[in-house]
């Protein structure tokens, strides 16, 4: 209560505001400077502990001699410059001590213990002040308040520091008002237990008077209010760069924890097992299919354990006799080693017929990524590839590529056993007829059945390949001929066996060529060729299913073979080209048109006949495109002509069969200009009556085009007055046969002069082929023959119309 009314009886109050004014502005700069200090580092933090320690330094010496200079003790206070100096001095470092204390304190009792250094601060300061007051007489003091004062200041500064360095704007104030209190409690008590009235005014050199001394207090106030202002805005700024911080580390932990889950949920659920080995060789992260992959039991957890003992557990898992696992141990280590340094993937069987990959990936530290993936199915798929590229994928046989392969090894075990190796061609009998007849899935049946049935009888040094289609091939490794014989007997047999199809028996057969090595040829697409030969002639015998490759036999249907693929090279190269011949009136020897005729000159072989190659053509069906060539050419080259002249070309029975004929008539006509009446076919009637009804359908449409149609070769083939009157042929050719001994042979002539009479009765022109001699003419101009051609008249050959329109122009 003295102290309280020493405190409102003894003071003037503005001052007193005043003072506690300064003194909690330099209380908020002192803790807000302070906690900026402690968050600074380095030399910073020296810096921003010198400034908190000048602000709270300043602000407790102004504190104090504002309130003295609010106290009224009877007279006019003066003070000692030098201790009034030193008094702020010991103000500055002491706080400074104490800061520093709390700043690098590592809990609340150090901080503690720095607010208690700036207590004894003031408690210092101040008494060092009231040392610099120049008076007469003598100070007394209360020894119990001046305790009181300075554990007053101890305990509340303790407080203050505790309470300040907290970390929001709340408990900076609340330090600030802490210290604030704990200078004013000091200060106050202190003067309180100082006793004025024995003392008297006194003069001094080197005095301080009030009014030098309000200067100096107005400028210290300044200096707080800026570092007040100061550590306000570095508070704020603190605060704002810590709530980013805090936002940015909340933002930082949330995108660790979505990558968190999110790995966790890719390595839990992801097909392949992973596992992270650190420098040290041992296992750090791993998901549960690493240990599953690698046959471990997963709830065991391998986390540290060495990749020596998860090869020592894997190894162990897959059931290795306990005798064995140290050497799989070390093997083990050793293959994956290179990897493990240089990075890389195997392929290792594993148990239950799995196949596992295993790759490492090198980090770069020493640790490295092992990724553990199951293969199985595609290493399956991969073996069905490669299975499926060298073998049938109906009947299983090896293909022709695997074929080969067959006759290279069969060539290193003849070699071994000196014997000799057959390439055996197979082809099946009507297996068209059972495709038509039975359906494709029978003609399937068959293939397969056959199939198994030679796979039954092979034995050592045998194959039996599908080559495609209906045809099939084999090899034998043969000492004797009468191994040979027995295997191509058990092929016999398997090929004949009638297959069942539902309860319908289908009866099978085939023929079968063989060609031996070394003796018919010594590379296998010679022996194939030469053991087709024998297979074709196999299958051309009534009483013959096997034989063997004959050279003299077979070089003929080689050569047709040849033939027929220069046939296809000169239909692709325009390698034919047209002669005309000459046909004639009879009766003025006029030019009544010409006939197309093909020449062929194959190379290295020169000329060919037609007689020849058309045969060859037919068979291998280039008769097709070399008769729509001929048609094409010939009528282009017509309708150049400076006489319209008619052209006679010849068609094919295969033509004929075709409906498309009738639009490559008229597609021809249309695109070289030709008049349809200048266009006359030739046709047999071999090449009607294959299909009569169809072949005069044909004719009929070509006919109604405007194009003559004339019956070739008359005489020669089949029920010939049933085709005159099937059809309004516009010409009969006479067969050049006819014509040979017309001459001198009397029956010769009466056949002639009865297809001539033929002819006028059906009001049907003739024309005579084969006219060589003057008198074959002059019985044909006697008999009333229409028309001719032959030597006599004109030789084949290519038209000089530069000559004809001369001769022209002379008649």
């Not at 099937?726 to 002639?752: G, H, W, Y």
Request: net charge negative; aromatic share 6%.
């Amino acid at each position: 209560m003295a102290v309280i009314d020493f405190f409102f009886m003894a003071h003037e109050p503005g001052l007193i505001v005043l003072a506690a004014a300064i003194c909690l502005i330099s209380s908020y700069a002192c803790i807000g400077l302070l906690r900026h200090a402690r968050r600074a580092g380095g030399h910073m933090r020296n810096v921003w502990t010198g400034v908190a320690a000048a602000a709270v330094g300043f602000g407790i010496w102004a504190t104090h001699f504002v309130a003295v200079l609010a106290y009224r003790p009877g007279f006019t206070l003066h003070y000692d410059l030098g201790l009034t100096l030193l008094s702020m001095l010991v103000a500055i470092v002491v706080c400074g001590t104490g800061i520093a204390m709390a700043i690098r304190g590592e809990n609340r009792r150090d901080q503690f213990l720095g607010g208690a250094v700036v207590g004894l601060a003031i408690s210092s300061m101040h008494y060092i002040g009231m040392a610099s007051l120049i008076m007469g007489g003598r100070l007394q003091w209360n020894p119990a308040l001046v305790s009181l004062s300075i554990l007053a200041g101890i305990v509340l500064g303790g407080l203050a520091f505790t309470t300040g360095m907290g970390g929001n704007i709340r408990r900076t104030l609340s330090g600030a008002l802490l210290l604030t209190l704990a200078i004013c409690a000091m200060h106050f008590t202190a003067m309180a237990a100082a006793d004025f009235t024995l003392c008297f005014p006194l003069l001094a050199d080197g005095e301080l008077n009030g009014f030098w001394m309000s200067i100096l207090l107005t400028v210290i106030s300044l200096i707080l209010l800026g570092l007040a202002l100061g550590s306000s805005v570095l508070d704020e700024a603190d605060r704002r760069r810590t709530q980013r911080e805090q936002e940015r580390e909340l933002r930082d932990a949330a995108q660790i924890l979505a990558v968190t889950q999110k790995l966790e949920l890719a390595m839990t659920h992801m097909a392949q097992g992973l596992g992270l080995y650190g420098a040290d060789g041992r296992l750090q992260l791993y998901n549960q299919r690493f240990p599953s992959l690698l046959g471990m039991d997963a709830a065991n957890d391998l986390t540290g354990s060495s990749f020596r003992e998860t090869c020592r557990r894997t190894i162990v898992a897959a059931g290795i006799v306990p005798e064995l696992v140290d050497e799989r141990v070390e093997a083990t280590l050793a293959t994956h080693g290179p990897l493990i340094a240089g990075g890389g993937e195997i392929v290792i069987p594993f148990a239950e017929d799995r196949v596992l990959q295993v790759s490492h990936s090198p980090v770069g530290d020493g640790s490295w990524v092992t990724t553990v993936d199951d293969i199985t199915e595609r290493h399956r798929s991969q073996r069905a590839i490669a299975h499926l590229a060298r073998h049938d994928g109906l009947t299983g046989l090896p293909n022709r590529a695997r074929y080969h392969e067959s006759f290279e090894l069969a060539l290193e075990k003849a070699g071994e056993v000196r014997g000799k190796v057959a390439i055996i061609a197979i082809d099946l009998d009507h297996f068209k007829e059972i495709n038509d007849n039975h359906g494709h899935a029978a003609g399937d049946l068959v293939l397969k059945t056959l199939a198994s049935r030679f796979n039954a009888v092979l034995r050592e040094g045998e194959t039996v390949a599908r080559l495609g289609g209906d045809e099939f091939a084999a090899i034998k490794v043969f000492a004797s001929m009468d191994g040979l014989r027995d295997f191509l007997g058990r092929l016999e047999e398997a090929l004949t066996r009638p297959v069942d199809n539902d309860g319908i028996t289908i009866a099978t057969g085939g023929s079968i060529g063989v060609a031996v090595w070394p003796d018919d040829g010594r590379d296998i697409s010679k022996l194939m060729s030469n053991a087709d030969l024998a297979m074709y002639r196999a299958k051309a015998e009534f009483d013959r299913r096997i034989c063997y490759y004959e050279r003299d036999m077979d070089e003929q249907a080689r050569e047709r073979r040849d033939m027929a693929r220069d046939l296809w090279t000169a239909v692709e190269n325009d390698g034919f080209h047209l002669a005309y011949q000459v046909q004639k009136s009879v009766a003025t020897s006029e030019i009544t048109g010409y006939e197309v005729l093909l020449r062929w000159n194959r190379p290295g072989y020169g000329e060919v006949s037609p007689a020849d190659f058309i045969p060859v053509a037919e068979e291998c069906g280039a008769i097709n495109a070399i008769g729509v060539w001929v048609l094409k050419v010939a009528c282009l080259e017509a309708a150049s002509w400076p006489e319209p002249f008619k052209i006679a070309v010849n068609v094919s029975g295969l033509q004929l069969s075709q409906i498309e004929l009738i639009a490559t008539v008229r597609n021809t006509l249309l695109m070289s200009g030709l008049a349809p009446h200048r266009l006359e076919l030739e046709v047999t009637e071999t090449s009607i009556i294959g299909d009569k009804q169809r072949a005069l359908h044909i004719l009929r449409q070509i006919k109604a085009l405007g194009v003559s149609i004339a019956i070739d070769d008359f005489g020669t083939g089949y029920s010939s007055l049933e085709t005159l009157r099937a059809f309004p042929f516009d010409k009969i050719k006479l067969d050049r046969s006819f014509m040979s001994e017309v001459e001198s042979n009397e029956q010769s002539k009466a056949i002639v002069r009865a297809i001539l009479a033929l002819g006028r009765s059906l009001s049907v022109p003739v024309l005579a082929e084969g006219v060589e001699t003057s008198a074959q003419l002059d019985v044909l101009r006697k008999e009333g023959c229409t028309e001719a051609q032959g030597f006599l008249l004109g030789r084949p050959g290519a038209i000089d119309w530069s000559d004809r329109l001369e001769l022209g122009m002379r008649a």
